[in-house]
Structures are given as C-alpha cells and as structure tokens.
C-alpha cells in the first residue's frame, strides 16, 4: 500500500494480557515511530527507530512496554500486561528521514486499544 | 514533563473568521516546528513547518508567525472553512523525534 499500514484497527483485551501492536511502514523510509495518543493528552512519544542505529526508547513509559523492527521494516509494539491506563489510540509514522532534520512524519490510522 | 505547550484546548470559529492557536517551548536547541492536522479517525498530517531562522511562513491560508526571542510560534488560518474542523497539534524538535502539544480541537460554523 501507499500508506503506513496499521493492524490491528481495534483490541479489546483484559488486563493482564499481553498484545501485539503491529505496523507497517512506507516502503523506504528509514524513520518509524511509536507515539500514543490518550483522550486530552495528546501525542505521547514512546520509541523511534532510524535505520540500523540503536533506538531510542526514551518515552517508554515502563518495562511492560518494548519495541522491535524486523530488516528494516515492519515494527510491532509489545505491552506486556495490560493496566487500564494503557488505554490509548497507538500510532506509528513514518519518515524518510529524521523529524528534526525536516522529515515529514507520515501516520497511519492507528490501534485502537482498550484494557477492561 | 510538557515540552510544547499548546492553547486553547479548543477553539469555536465562525466561517471566515481567522482561526488562531498558540504553542510555547523551553527548549532552546528546538530546530524545528511543525503543526499537524488530525481529523477524527485518522493519523496526524503534515500541515505547515518552519524553521527558527524565518519569522512568518504562509502556505495559502495557513500562516506560521515565530518568535524565537519569547520562544513561541502560533497557527492562524485566515477564511476558515468547516472543513478545517479538525484537532492541530504544534510540534517542536531538534534531530530527533517530534515533542507534540496536547492539541486543540477546532470547530468552524456554517
């Protein structure tokens, strides 16, 4: 596809549970990042890869959450059991290049999350 | 800890009138400032960027004026339209990921 291509659109899980978050990049882009967004407080970062360099994973906000990007491409977040709290909208984006450096962020529609 | 502080949380604008939305910083090394636009049930896109070393950008009806002195850059959209109904977040960054406002929901009248 054309876009960043996330999966699944929607999760229901119970806490405790762990889930799988996964997303798709545009083809090329060297940038992916995590980033969640919770109702009034906008976009939390969470993790950014660029190209084969360590991320950074700075705005993880536990041990219960990781990230991985397979040859360069696709990424899936991992939240190991579930709270509540980390009831969100999970976006990734995409760039050509860092976002300081210019790069245009290109999100996909995002992971719907609910922990009951 | 806020990096990017955005007001107000949300804005009610008539059609036609201009459409204002204010981000400050403290980070001083921040490079670059972009603002998105979100529209419900879709990701943030790219609107408008600028650079510390200009004061004004306009792109049609979207204008980014900075002021670096007060460390603060702010959106107006001139002739808003319903169809910029829609949630703006500010951005701020230098060389590596975006630091977001929480965001303001604008809603343009008929």
């Known amino acids: 596809g054309a876009g960043v291509s996330q999966s699944p659109s929607n999760k229901v899980t119970e806490k405790g549970k762990d889930v799988e978050l996964r997303c798709d990049p545009i083809?090329?882009?060297?940038?992916l990042y995590w980033y969640r967004q919770s109702l009034g407080q906008g976009l939390e970062f969470l993790i950014y890869f660029q190209g084969n360099s360590a991320p950074d994973k700075s705005g993880l906000p536990s041990d219960r959450f990781s990230a991985e990007r397979t040859g360069g491409s696709v990424s899936t977040l991992t939240i190991q059991r579930t709270q509540q709290e980390d009831s969100a909208v999970y976006l990734c984006a995409s760039s050509p290049r860092l976002a300081g450096a210019g790069g245009e962020l290109f999100f996909g529609e995002g992971s719907r999350l609910t922990v009951l | 800890q806020q990096q990017v502080k955005q007001s107000p949380q949300s804005l009610i604008v008539q059609k036609g009138g201009i459409s204002i939305i204010n981000c400050a910083y403290e980070?001083?090394?921040?490079?670059?400032f972009p603002w998105y636009q979100q529209f419900p049930g879709k990701g943030p896109a790219l609107l408008i960027a600028?650079?510390?070393?200009?004061s004004e950008k306009k792109e049609g009806r979207f204008t980014i004026s900075f002021n670096k002195s007060a460390k603060q850059f702010s959106l107006h959209i001139m002739d808003s339209q319903p169809g910029d109904s829609a949630t703006y977040f500010c951005?701020?960054?230098?060389?590596?990921?975006?630091?977001f406002g929480k965001g303001t929901s604008l809603l343009v009248t008929p």
């Open positions: 951005a701020a960054s230098r060389g590596r990921a975006l630091n």
């Open positions: 600028i650079r510390p070393d200009v």
């Open positions: 083809s090329g882009h060297t940038a």
């Open positions: 980070n001083t090394a921040f490079d670059y």
